[in-house]
């Protein structure tokens, strides 16, 4: 069953040893991200997202009693290595000592450590960007959160986004894993359930040097343009090359996991008229975190950003809330905290968060993201629809 209470035993065990480092005077939360691997030009502008909401609860001076200051301590994923990415999670709670997760960002690699790490260690993970729609039905012990909205949504948006476009016909090709797998079933559902046909949809592994025979299949296929479910420093780049090269497609549909700056630079003009959306919204929210973001050296607007500030606050002041950071404490507190009703909160005012928490004032944190959790802990879901032309991203509207 979704979201169940600790057992009563591990729960006894887990919150003994985070009692004792809620009263002392640092808590350590774990940023886990692909700082290597196929998404590691995005995960920076992640990472400091995250941290900037850190640094600002330790400017509040308020933070637990006010004598209390938040650590971040990073940790790599690698998006695609679960080994890897359980050992780091691992060594950031038995050695580092950390009191929760920010993160991780891969659907697999957090699925991993959510049931290899987090629940058997009673640890709160909150993902700015695992989308996999395995995910909303994941055993997690009430301990699972994230900030981005699953790819059961996405999969309708980018079919939306499409559709728009009056594209009755497409090619499909997504990374073999647990996020590629699960967004090719969502858009295939949705563009078909919508008269769209889906001549072809083909796995890709990352890695490979060479993608030519996998576009030659696609290309086989047929299709007005090319839909590609993969990641932006790996394979979903590859094979767009490889069909630039082979003139088997001259148009692309980029999803989140493909949607960075560094993918606009290195192909320029050969994503000219591609398109695609990421997670994102223009509400006030979104605005101010990006003044906030330019201010602190990073790009506000990079995908996942905003989501990754926002799981950082919600972790925080779920920890305030409940005047612990024991992830049996605090867990309950994310969902209300993160819904109406309550005095919306915005970023650059955790510090006044705080101190409504501390006059027993409820507040619903709006975020940047404009953040609305609904049964299974993720977002509803709001995005960022972007074309391409000459190395830049344009946004062209939210969905």
Same mark, same amino acid.
């Given at each position: ?178 996020? #590629? /797998?699960?967004?090719?079933? &969502?858009?295939? =559902? @949705?563009?078909?359930? !919508? $008269? *769209?046909? %889906?001549?072809?949809? +083909?796995?890709?592994?990352? #890695? /490979?040097?060479?993608?030519? &025979?996998?576009? =030659? @299949?696609?290309?086989? !296929? $047929? *299709?007005? %343009?090319?839909?590609? +479910? ?17 003139? !088997? ?151």
């Amino acid at each position: 069953m979704k979201k169940l209470l600790l057992a009563s035993a591990a729960t006894a065990l887990v919150a003994g040893a985070a009692f004792a480092e809620s009263h002392a005077s640092e808590v350590k939360i774990g940023i886990i991200l692909g700082f290597t691997g196929p998404l590691e030009s995005i995960t920076p502008n992640m990472a400091a997202g995250a941290e900037l909401a850190m640094a600002e609860v330790n400017a509040a001076g308020t933070f637990l009693g006010g004598a209390t200051t938040v650590t971040p301590v990073r940790g790599d994923s690698t998006c695609i290595d679960a080994a890897a990415a359980t050992a780091a999670a691992e060594r950031l709670i038995t050695s580092d000592g950390v009191a929760a997760i920010m993160g991780a960002d891969c659907s697999g690699v957090t699925g991993a450590i959510l049931q290899n790490v987090a629940r058997p260690n009673g640890i709160v993970m909150i993902s700015p960007s695992a989308t996999s729609p395995g995910l909303s039905t994941a055993e997690d012990d009430g301990l699972f959160f994230r900030t981005a909205p699953s790819d059961a949504r996405q999969g309708v948006v980018m079919t939306e986004n499409i559709m728009d476009r009056g594209i009755m016909s497409v090619a499909l090709t997504y990374t073999n894993n647990d996020y #590629g /797998k699960g967004l090719a079933d &969502a858009f295939e =559902a @949705a563009y078909t359930a !919508a $008269g *769209g046909t %889906v001549t072809i949809s +083909a796995a890709h592994e990352d #890695g /490979k040097a060479d993608y030519s &025979a996998e576009v =030659a @299949a696609l290309a086989s !296929a $047929g *299709g007005d %343009v090319l839909v590609v +479910a993969g990641y932006t420093d790996q394979g979903g780049k590859g094979i767009i090359q490889a069909s630039l090269d082979s003139g !088997a497609f001259d148009r692309f549909v980029l999803p989140d996991g493909m949607v960075g700056q560094q993918i606009a630079d290195d192909l320029g003009a050969g994503l000219n008229g591609s398109f695609g959306q990421y997670p994102g919204t223009d509400s006030a929210g979104a605005e101010l975190f990006q003044g906030l973001a330019s201010g602190a050296g990073f790009d506000g607007t990079s995908a996942f950003a905003p989501e990754s500030y926002d799981a950082a606050a919600l972790i925080m002041l779920a920890m305030h809330a409940a005047g612990s950071s024991a992830s049996a404490d605090f867990a309950g507190k994310v969902m209300d905290l993160a819904n109406a009703p309550g005095e919306e909160i915005f970023p650059g005012e955790l510090a006044k968060a705080i101190e409504l928490i501390n006059q027993g004032v409820d507040i619903d944190y709006v975020g940047a993201t404009a953040v609305e959790l609904i049964g299974p802990g993720e977002s509803a879901g709001n995005y960022r629809e972007v074309e391409f032309m000459d190395g830049v991203i344009n946004t062209v509207r939210f969905r």
